[in-house]
């Protein structure tokens, strides 16, 4: 396995730590945050909120995940996320 980076080391740690049960069925979604108002200046970095184009990617991923977790009970459901505000505005 060829992975470079903490944060992609991260992810490969947690994801084979992850207990998955042969009775479980998990999915796993990933998903970036929606564009930023620092990114509409090719700024990297930095605490800013989500972009008139981040917010509608908000509502269509909500769209999405709505349909792909109809009748799944939420309490059953994690989300992780860091604390910038462009993650959370993206949840």
Not at 17 to 42: A, P
């Amino acid at each position: 396995m060829n992975v470079n980076g903490f944060i992609q080391s991260r992810m490969v740690e947690f994801l084979l730590n992850c207990n998955y049960s042969s009775n479980t069925q998990m999915k796993l979604y990933i998903t970036r945050h929606g564009q930023s108002v620092y990114n509409t200046f090719d700024k990297i970095g930095g605490d800013s909120g989500l972009s008139q184009k981040g917010q509608q990617y908000v509502i269509s991923l909500n769209q999405y995940l709505n349909e792909e977790l109809k009748g799944v009970n939420r309490s059953d459901i994690s989300v992780i996320s860091s604390q910038m505000k462009r993650t959370i505005q993206t949840k």
